[in-house]
């Protein structure tokens, strides 16, 4: 039912995005919107019926209680999630979310994203997720070992090189994929460096994985603007979450000569209408955490952020951020999409009437998981690369698969999403038909 303006809508707690009904607000369904975006593109994609069914769910969704001890010496139960999505061009791909919001729907979601996000970038892996329900801020470091090795203990069945590999995501990082490695090679008794990606250097991550999400997404916005004629040294852009993937983004956009002049996170807002120095942002936030207080902008509402008029718009943070309630109001050229599903279906359709070019997560924060098939390469022939090279295979994938993409735009007149989950579905769809159906 469509919302109605007697009716208050209320944010949830994790996505931040609602539909009112008459009587209740009922939370957006981030799984629900992967399954609308698979149906537009399936349907101009003229697909089997029975194909569209099998790649359509989750081949294998796992909840697993993990109790744990806390410092004071109590047992708290936590709930964790592994999906696997698809394995038909290879193993699960995808990263671990820590967050007090994780569900099995968003984790469902999460997982079919990366299916699709791995075969535009035409890498050989399916796609998975995983997540606890846990706020990582509020845990002591020792807490959050335990409850990362309780999970890959319990879940371990369903992890391996060869399987299903996880990385890091919000509220993840090396920290967690060191213990993640380490508990799954001490079970297994041996070194087991490429069942994870995402980890330090020193314990087989590659050079330029913390960097890769935030390099994709400054690569495929260099080139959309490259496609739409603007001048990156003369853009304005804003970026809500300056996390790894919001600060990443903004400092590579900013080296290109583009001006940064709002900026949000979960602390609040800022504005500069002359520019944010990024550089000295990220320092900030590297000694205070959040961008809180920072002295080179003024503070602001923080949907400022979204609803600024700039040339690009990266909503860097988390899902159902821009839906119909609010997707009028947003005034950009580019929405580069550094975050898992910020825009809805609905919302979509506004931005098409309104010409914004919209790169879709699955391809435009790509580079996380590109990079992240790197590292398992480089673990698996024990040889590693320098960062250049890292940064170079990345930007040939990256704009590779942006081609792609534009190229399916243009020829089916889709948008850059359905375009891209096209490509997608049209590559898996392929595999399974060569593969066929094992019963
Ligand atoms: P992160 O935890 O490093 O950063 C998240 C940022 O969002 C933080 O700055 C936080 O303060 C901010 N934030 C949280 N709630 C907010 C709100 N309501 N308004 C404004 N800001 C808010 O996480 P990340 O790794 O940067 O991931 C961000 C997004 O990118 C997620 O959707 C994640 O799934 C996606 N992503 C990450 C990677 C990766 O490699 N890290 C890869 C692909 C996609």
């Not at 209740?24 to 349907?43: E, H, Y």
């Not at 968003?106 to 892996?125: D, G, R, Y």
């Not at 409850?147 to 996880?166: K, M, N, S, W």
Request: proline share 5%; net charge positive.
């Amino acid at each position: 039912m469509p919302p109605t303006p007697r009716n208050k809508t209320r944010r949830s707690r994790h996505s931040g995005a609602v539909v009112s009904t008459r009587n209740k607000t009922i939370p957006i369904s981030v799984f629900g919107n992967v399954m609308k975006q698979f149906d537009a593109a399936a349907r101009k994609l003229k697909l089997d019926h029975n194909l569209v069914e099998f790649m359509k769910v989750p081949r294998r969704s796992t909840i697993a209680k993990l109790p744990v001890q806390m410092d004071d010496g109590s047992f708290r139960m936590f709930t964790g999630y592994r999906v696997q999505h698809s394995i038909a061009r290879g193993p699960a791909k995808g990263g671990i979310r820590f967050h007090p919001g994780v569900t099995l729907d968003e984790v469902q979601a999460l997982a079919s994203w990366m299916t699709w996000k791995c075969a535009v970038v035409n890498i050989p892996f399916g796609g998975g997720k995983g997540g606890i329900v846990c706020d990582p801020y509020k845990l002591s470091e020792g807490e959050l070992e335990r409850l990362t090795r309780r999970y890959a203990a319990d879940l371990i069945d369903l992890f391996g090189p060869d399987v299903d590999i996880p990385a890091p995501d919000v509220g993840t990082g090396p920290r967690v994929m060191g213990w993640f490695m380490d508990t799954v090679s001490m079970r297994s008794n041996v070194s087991e460096p490429g069942v994870v990606t995402g980890k330090p250097l020193v314990l087989g991550g590659s050079e330029g994985r913390p960097e890769a999400t935030g390099r994709g997404v400054m690569f495929t916005t260099r080139e959309a603007a490259k496609h739409l004629h603007i001048d990156l040294g003369q853009a304005t852009a804003s970026v809500q979450g300056f996390g790894n993937v919001g600060s990443v983004s903004a400092r590579l956009l900013h080296d290109l000569g583009v001006t940064f002049t709002h900026v949000s996170d979960v602390s609040g807002a800022i504005h500069n209408p002359d520019g944010i120095d990024i550089p000295d942002l990220i320092e900030w936030v590297a000694e205070h955490r959040f961008i809180k207080g920072f002295p080179g902008a003024k503070a602001i509402k923080a949907d400022q952020v979204l609803y600024a008029k700039v040339d690009i718009l990266i909503p860097a943070a988390l899902e159902n951020q821009v839906t119909d309630q609010n997707a009028d109001r947003i005034r950009c050229r580019i929405l580069a999409e550094g975050a898992n599903g910020p825009v809805t279906p609905e919302a979509d359709r506004v931005l098409k009437k309104h010409k914004i070019f919209v790169i879709p997560d699955i391809l435009c924060n790509a580079g996380g998981v590109t990079v992240s098939y790197f590292e398992w390469v480089q673990n698996r022939i024990g040889y590693f690369w320098s960062e250049a090279e890292v940064n170079r295979r990345l930007e040939e994938k990256m704009v590779a698969a942006f081609d792609d993409v534009l190229v399916m735009s243009l020829k089916h007149r889709a948008t850059m999403r359905i375009a891209a989950f096209m490509l997608a579905i049209q590559r898996v769809a392929d595999v399974i038909k060569l593969r066929g159906v094992y019963s």
